[in-house]
């Protein structure tokens, strides 16, 4: 079974930065397209960024020009920048790819 593994999270204030990472287990992930997904508390999962197998992007509309996705395949790690965060980035992030179920998330909290 893949496993995946967040990290990075924390508390940040309105307009600072920080970066996910997540650790894939296994032989394949240079294969994998890899997602980041985020929840609000009280809201449904929503999917934010999307990195394939080779190199392609796309985001939702509301990260784009602040949240940069990218991965290391020699690592074995996706991560996700996020620059000028607002409280409305508030979630808990999950990394994922269909190889794999949900890990733990981590949480970005953004408040003063």
């Known amino acids: 079974q893949v496993q995946l593994v967040e990290s990075g999270g924390d508390l940040v204030q309105p307009g600072g930065s920080l970066r996910l990472s997540c650790v894939v287990s296994?032989?394949?992930?240079?294969?994998?397209?890899m997602n980041w997904w985020r929840q609000a508390a009280g809201k449904q999962r929503e999917w934010i960024a999307i990195?394939?197998?080779?190199?392609?992007?796309q985001y939702l509309d509301s990260v784009k020009g602040r949240f940069t996705i990218s991965r290391d395949n020699a690592k074995n790690t996706v991560y996700l920048q996020m620059n000028s965060l607002i409280p409305e980035d508030t979630a808990i992030y999950y990394c994922?790819?269909?190889?794999?179920?949900w890990g733990q998330g981590t949480q970005v909290t953004v408040s003063t």
């Open positions: 296994g032989s394949s992930f240079s294969v994998y397209n």
């Open positions: 994922k790819t269909n190889a794999a179920s």
């Open positions: 990195i394939t197998s080779d190199g392609r992007t």
